[in-house]
Protein backbone atom coordinates (compact mmCIF):
# COMPACT_ATOMS: atom_id res chain seq x y z
CA UNK A 1 0.00 0.00 0.00
CA UNK A 2 0.93 3.60 -0.83
CA UNK A 3 1.21 6.69 1.69
CA UNK A 4 -0.46 9.78 1.40
CA UNK A 5 0.20 12.95 3.22
CA UNK A 6 -2.36 15.81 2.78
CA UNK A 7 -1.18 19.50 3.71
CA UNK A 8 -2.01 22.94 4.05
CA UNK A 9 0.85 25.92 2.91
CA UNK A 10 0.61 29.19 2.08
CA UNK A 11 3.16 28.95 -1.06
CA UNK A 12 2.87 32.72 -2.01
CA UNK A 13 4.01 34.23 1.33
CA UNK A 14 8.06 34.90 2.21
CA UNK A 15 8.05 33.24 5.54
CA UNK A 16 6.43 30.20 4.22
CA UNK A 17 9.30 27.82 3.57
CA UNK A 18 11.24 27.87 6.92
CA UNK A 19 8.34 26.02 8.38
CA UNK A 20 7.55 24.03 5.15
CA UNK A 21 10.52 22.57 3.48
CA UNK A 22 11.82 21.40 6.89
CA UNK A 23 8.74 20.19 8.43
CA UNK A 24 6.08 18.68 6.01
CA UNK A 25 8.33 18.47 2.78
CA UNK A 26 10.94 16.72 5.09
CA UNK A 27 8.73 14.52 6.29
CA UNK A 28 7.39 13.79 2.73
CA UNK A 29 11.05 12.86 1.66
CA UNK A 30 11.24 10.96 4.66
CA UNK A 31 8.69 8.96 4.16
CA UNK A 32 9.64 7.99 0.36
CA UNK A 33 11.91 4.90 0.01
CA UNK A 34 14.23 6.29 -1.92
CA UNK A 35 14.24 9.61 0.27
CA UNK A 36 16.53 12.76 -1.40
CA UNK A 37 16.75 10.21 -4.43
CA UNK A 38 13.49 9.94 -4.73
CA UNK A 39 11.57 11.14 -8.67
CA UNK A 40 8.72 13.62 -7.59
CA UNK A 41 6.25 15.09 -10.10
CA UNK A 42 4.54 18.18 -9.09
CA UNK A 43 0.67 18.38 -10.49
CA UNK A 44 0.17 22.19 -10.84
CA UNK A 45 -3.62 22.00 -12.53
CA UNK A 46 -5.68 23.50 -9.62
CA UNK A 47 -3.59 26.58 -9.78
CA UNK A 48 -4.26 29.72 -11.52
CA UNK A 49 -0.41 30.55 -12.00
CA UNK A 50 1.30 26.81 -12.89
CA UNK A 51 4.73 28.16 -13.23
CA UNK A 52 5.36 30.33 -10.37
CA UNK A 53 3.98 27.16 -8.02
CA UNK A 54 5.88 24.80 -9.42
CA UNK A 55 8.89 26.69 -9.42
CA UNK A 56 8.75 27.46 -5.61
CA UNK A 57 8.51 23.56 -5.31
CA UNK A 58 11.19 23.21 -7.03
CA UNK A 59 12.99 25.51 -5.54
CA UNK A 60 11.97 24.02 -1.84
CA UNK A 61 12.94 20.30 -2.64
CA UNK A 62 16.45 21.82 -4.07
CA UNK A 63 17.11 23.38 -0.32
CA UNK A 64 16.52 19.21 1.15
CA UNK A 65 18.78 18.24 -1.75
CA UNK A 66 16.62 16.63 -3.98
CA UNK A 67 17.02 17.45 -6.90
CA UNK A 68 14.60 15.19 -9.48
CA UNK A 69 11.73 17.64 -9.27
CA UNK A 70 9.61 17.77 -12.10
CA UNK A 71 6.11 19.95 -12.85
CA UNK A 72 3.19 18.62 -14.58
CA UNK A 73 1.07 21.69 -15.81
CA UNK A 74 -1.66 20.03 -17.21
CA UNK A 75 -4.63 21.95 -18.09
CA UNK A 76 -7.19 19.70 -19.86
CA UNK A 77 -8.79 16.47 -19.87
CA UNK A 78 -6.87 16.21 -23.50
CA UNK A 79 -3.29 16.85 -21.49
CA UNK A 80 -3.76 14.29 -18.51
CA UNK A 81 -4.06 11.97 -21.22
CA UNK A 82 -0.82 12.13 -22.92
CA UNK A 83 1.04 9.20 -23.14
CA UNK A 84 4.34 11.08 -21.64
CA UNK A 85 2.13 12.30 -18.51
CA UNK A 86 0.81 8.82 -17.77
CA UNK A 87 4.97 7.37 -18.26
CA UNK A 88 6.00 9.90 -16.12
CA UNK A 89 3.62 8.91 -13.55
CA UNK A 90 4.88 4.92 -13.82
CA UNK A 91 8.26 6.45 -13.10
CA UNK A 92 7.48 9.11 -10.46
CA UNK A 93 7.81 8.09 -6.58
CA UNK A 94 6.13 11.25 -5.45
CA UNK A 95 3.23 12.84 -6.70
CA UNK A 96 1.60 16.41 -4.96
CA UNK A 97 -0.71 18.09 -6.22
CA UNK A 98 -0.81 21.73 -5.64
CA UNK A 99 -3.10 24.11 -4.14
CA UNK A 100 -5.98 26.27 -6.19
CA UNK A 101 -9.54 25.40 -7.58
CA UNK A 102 -10.35 21.54 -6.81
CA UNK A 103 -13.12 21.42 -8.61
CA UNK A 104 -10.66 21.35 -11.68
CA UNK A 105 -8.44 18.93 -10.10
CA UNK A 106 -12.18 16.05 -10.19
CA UNK A 107 -13.56 17.95 -13.44
CA UNK A 108 -10.15 16.69 -15.68
CA UNK A 109 -8.79 13.88 -13.49
CA UNK A 110 -11.97 12.57 -12.98
CA UNK A 111 -12.75 8.86 -14.99
CA UNK A 112 -8.75 9.00 -16.66
CA UNK A 113 -6.71 6.40 -17.25
CA UNK A 114 -4.29 9.13 -15.33
CA UNK A 115 -6.33 9.74 -12.09
CA UNK A 116 -6.75 4.83 -12.21
CA UNK A 117 -2.99 4.62 -12.95
CA UNK A 118 -2.45 6.95 -9.56
CA UNK A 119 -4.83 4.92 -7.45
CA UNK A 120 -3.49 1.91 -8.35
CA UNK A 121 -0.50 2.55 -7.45
CA UNK A 122 -1.24 4.38 -4.17
CA UNK A 123 -3.13 1.28 -3.09
CA UNK A 124 -0.92 -1.61 -4.66
CA UNK A 125 2.98 0.01 -4.26
CA UNK A 126 5.21 1.86 -2.33
CA UNK A 127 4.34 5.17 -3.51
CA UNK A 128 3.50 8.51 -1.89
CA UNK A 129 0.35 11.04 -2.90
CA UNK A 130 0.57 14.17 -1.38
CA UNK A 131 -1.68 17.31 -1.36
CA UNK A 132 -1.82 21.15 -0.23
CA UNK A 133 -4.85 23.39 -0.26
CA UNK A 134 -6.97 21.93 -2.96
CA UNK A 135 -4.85 19.12 -3.42
CA UNK A 136 -5.43 17.67 -0.14
CA UNK A 137 -9.26 18.93 -0.31
CA UNK A 138 -9.82 16.65 -3.29
CA UNK A 139 -7.91 13.79 -1.94
CA UNK A 140 -10.96 12.28 -0.72
CA UNK A 141 -14.00 10.86 -2.21
CA UNK A 142 -16.48 13.35 -0.85
CA UNK A 143 -15.30 17.05 -1.50
CA UNK A 144 -16.08 20.55 -0.48
CA UNK A 145 -16.07 22.74 -3.36
CA UNK A 146 -18.11 26.15 -2.41
CA UNK A 147 -19.44 27.46 0.58
CA UNK A 148 -19.17 30.95 2.88
CA UNK A 149 -17.71 30.26 6.04
CA UNK A 150 -20.49 32.98 7.48
CA UNK A 151 -23.62 30.73 5.85
CA UNK A 152 -22.21 27.30 5.86
CA UNK A 153 -24.70 26.35 8.33
CA UNK A 154 -27.68 27.25 6.21
CA UNK A 155 -29.28 24.57 4.13
CA UNK A 156 -28.08 24.79 0.49
CA UNK A 157 -24.86 26.80 1.21
CA UNK A 158 -22.82 24.25 1.12
CA UNK A 159 -21.73 22.21 -2.00
CA UNK A 160 -19.89 18.85 -2.06
CA UNK A 161 -19.11 16.72 -5.33
CA UNK A 162 -17.15 13.56 -5.94
CA UNK A 163 -13.45 14.27 -5.10
CA UNK A 164 -10.62 12.37 -6.79
CA UNK A 165 -11.56 9.31 -4.16
CA UNK A 166 -7.55 8.20 -3.15
CA UNK A 167 -9.69 8.06 0.48
CA UNK A 168 -12.49 6.73 1.74
CA UNK A 169 -15.04 7.95 4.05
CA UNK A 170 -13.73 11.76 4.98
CA UNK A 171 -13.91 14.70 3.29
CA UNK A 172 -11.43 17.02 4.22
CA UNK A 173 -11.36 21.44 4.28
CA UNK A 174 -8.29 23.43 4.33
CA UNK A 175 -6.99 26.81 5.42
CA UNK A 176 -9.77 25.79 8.32
CA UNK A 177 -8.58 28.03 11.46
CA UNK A 178 -7.51 31.35 9.43
CA UNK A 179 -10.99 31.34 7.27
CA UNK A 180 -13.48 30.24 10.24
CA UNK A 181 -14.76 27.15 8.14
CA UNK A 182 -16.02 24.89 11.14
CA UNK A 183 -19.87 25.24 9.97
CA UNK A 184 -18.70 23.98 6.50
CA UNK A 185 -17.57 20.75 8.16
CA UNK A 186 -20.36 20.28 10.48
CA UNK A 187 -22.67 20.60 7.53
CA UNK A 188 -20.58 18.41 5.62
CA UNK A 189 -20.82 15.67 8.52
CA UNK A 190 -24.65 15.93 9.37
CA UNK A 191 -25.28 15.46 5.70
CA UNK A 192 -23.62 12.05 5.31
CA UNK A 193 -22.84 10.99 9.07
CA UNK A 194 -20.81 8.03 8.54
CA UNK A 195 -17.57 10.43 7.26
CA UNK A 196 -15.34 11.73 9.64
CA UNK A 197 -14.58 15.30 8.65
CA UNK A 198 -11.23 16.83 8.88
CA UNK A 199 -10.18 20.12 8.97
CA UNK A 200 -7.10 21.12 7.81
CA UNK A 201 -5.38 24.22 9.99
CA UNK A 202 -2.27 26.14 8.31
CA UNK A 203 1.03 24.51 8.39
CA UNK A 204 -0.86 21.22 9.43
CA UNK A 205 -0.37 18.41 7.32
CA UNK A 206 -1.59 14.74 7.81
CA UNK A 207 0.17 10.98 6.78
CA UNK A 208 -1.97 8.46 6.27
CA UNK A 209 -0.50 4.94 5.77
CA UNK A 210 -2.53 1.72 4.95
CA UNK A 211 -5.57 4.17 4.61
CA UNK A 212 -6.32 3.41 7.96
CA UNK A 213 -3.84 5.59 10.43
CA UNK A 214 -3.71 9.06 10.41
CA UNK A 215 -0.89 11.22 12.00
CA UNK A 216 -0.60 14.80 12.03
CA UNK A 217 2.44 16.41 10.99
CA UNK A 218 3.55 20.46 11.05
CA UNK A 219 2.57 22.79 13.49
CA UNK A 220 -0.69 23.35 12.92
CA UNK A 221 -3.84 21.75 14.08
CA UNK A 222 -6.12 19.44 12.93
CA UNK A 223 -9.79 19.85 13.66
CA UNK A 224 -11.96 15.93 13.68
CA UNK A 225 -16.03 15.96 13.02
CA UNK A 226 -17.24 12.59 13.57
CA UNK A 227 -20.99 12.08 13.24
CA UNK A 228 -21.30 8.16 13.54
CA UNK A 229 -22.71 8.99 17.12
CA UNK A 230 -24.99 11.84 15.79
CA UNK A 231 -28.28 10.99 17.44
CA UNK A 232 -30.45 13.83 15.26
CA UNK A 233 -30.63 16.72 12.29
CA UNK A 234 -33.26 18.43 10.49
CA UNK A 235 -31.24 19.18 7.95
CA UNK A 236 -33.12 16.33 5.48
CA UNK A 237 -36.59 18.20 6.61
CA UNK A 238 -35.89 21.97 6.39
CA UNK A 239 -36.52 24.65 3.09
CA UNK A 240 -33.16 25.55 1.37
CA UNK A 241 -31.67 28.67 2.88
CA UNK A 242 -32.90 27.60 6.43
CA UNK A 243 -30.74 27.13 9.61
CA UNK A 244 -29.78 23.51 10.32
CA UNK A 245 -29.68 21.71 13.69
CA UNK A 246 -27.43 18.96 14.82
CA UNK A 247 -27.55 16.87 17.75
CA UNK A 248 -23.87 15.22 18.82
CA UNK A 249 -21.17 15.44 16.65
CA UNK A 250 -17.80 14.48 18.55
CA UNK A 251 -14.56 16.88 18.05
CA UNK A 252 -11.46 16.07 18.38
CA UNK A 253 -8.46 18.23 18.33
CA UNK A 254 -4.81 16.92 16.63
CA UNK A 255 -1.51 18.26 17.37
CA UNK A 256 1.89 17.01 15.63
CA UNK A 257 2.59 13.50 16.36
CA UNK A 258 -1.04 12.83 17.27
CA UNK A 259 -2.81 9.58 15.47
CA UNK A 260 -6.16 8.90 14.52
CA UNK A 261 -6.84 4.82 13.63
CA UNK A 262 -10.04 5.26 10.91
CA UNK A 263 -10.96 1.64 11.76
CA UNK A 264 -11.46 2.12 15.35
CA UNK A 265 -12.73 6.04 15.38
CA UNK A 266 -9.98 6.08 18.24
CA UNK A 267 -7.72 9.32 18.69
CA UNK A 268 -3.96 8.84 20.33
CA UNK A 269 -2.78 11.57 21.81
CA UNK A 270 1.47 11.71 21.17
CA UNK A 271 4.00 14.03 23.36
CA UNK A 272 6.29 16.24 21.39
CA UNK A 273 9.61 17.59 21.38
CA UNK A 274 10.97 20.68 19.67
CA UNK A 275 13.83 21.12 17.87
CA UNK A 276 15.94 22.85 15.37
CA UNK A 277 15.32 26.43 15.55
CA UNK A 278 11.89 25.53 16.69
CA UNK A 279 10.39 23.07 13.85
CA UNK A 280 9.20 19.85 15.38
CA UNK A 281 10.64 17.00 13.33
CA UNK A 282 10.88 14.36 16.20
CA UNK A 283 9.06 13.24 19.08
CA UNK A 284 9.65 10.67 21.76
CA UNK A 285 8.82 6.96 21.74
CA UNK A 286 6.17 4.82 23.49
CA UNK A 287 4.69 8.01 25.07
CA UNK A 288 0.80 7.05 23.41
CA UNK A 289 -1.88 8.05 26.06
CA UNK A 290 -4.97 6.35 24.93
Given at each position: ??????????????????????????R???????H?????????T?????????????????????????????????????KS?????????????????????????G??E????????????????A????????????????????D?L???????????????S??I??????R??????????????G??????G???G?????????????????????????V???????E???P??????????????????????R??????????????????????M?
Amino acid sequence: MGSSISSQERILQPDYIKFFDRGILKRIINESAKHEGSHVEVITTASQIPELVGNEYIKAFSQLNVPKVNTMHIKSREDAAHKSYLDRIRKADIVIFTGGDQLRLSSIFGGTEFLQLLKTRYQKESFLLAGTSAGAAAASTHMIYRGQSNDALIKGEVQITAGLGFIDSVIIDTHFVQRGRIGRLLYAVASNPGILGIGLGEDAGLLITEGSMMEAIGSGLIILVDGKNMVETNIYDVELGSPVSIENLRLHVMSIYDKYDLQQHRLLIKKAIKVEDGVFIKGPDNEFMQ
